[in-house]
Nanobody, 122 residues
Framework: QVQLVESGGGLVQAGGSLRLSCAASERLLMGWFRQAPGKERDFVAG????????YYADSVKGRFTISRDNAKNTVDLQMNSLRPEDTAVYYC???????????????????WGPGTQVTVSS
């Protein structure tokens, strides 16, 4: 069973930055999702197995950066210029059936971390 553990959430003012990290027990294609109260769990960013290709939701493009360290099996999400609408629980996810195709659907991911809260105050 693949284990995923997120860290780095917290409270920040609008315009500030946070860096989330996800430690995985093995190397897989990875993604970050987020879920605000009363809303669906939405795709934020994804990275292929090699780290060579990254993908972003339109709402975070230019502000967030996903990266991975394959030697450590970690995937980070650097979040800059944060906005109150970025407030959500952020989840790290992994997909076991593909290395190269990043899905934006939460249904395609096989493993999930417990989540970490990000709160952006205005």
């Amino acid at each position: 069973q693949v284990q995923l553990v997120e860290s780095g959430g917290g409270l920040v003012q609008a315009g500030g930055s946070l860096r989330l990290s996800c430690a995985a027990s093995e190397r897989l294609l990875m993604g970050w999702f987020r879920q605000a109260p009363g809303k669906e769990r939405d795709f934020v960013a994804g990275v292929t197995w090699s780290g060579g290709n990254t993908y972003y939701a339109d709402s975070v493009k230019g502000r967030f950066t996903i990266s991975r360290d394959n030697a450590k099996n970690t995937v980070d999400l650097q979040m800059n210029s944060l906005r109150p609408e970025d407030t959500a629980v952020y989840y790290c996810a992994a997909e076991k059936d593909t290395r190269w195709v990043v899905s934006r659907s939460r249904h395609d991911y096989d493993y999930w971390g417990p989540g970490t809260q990000v709160t952006v105050s205005s």
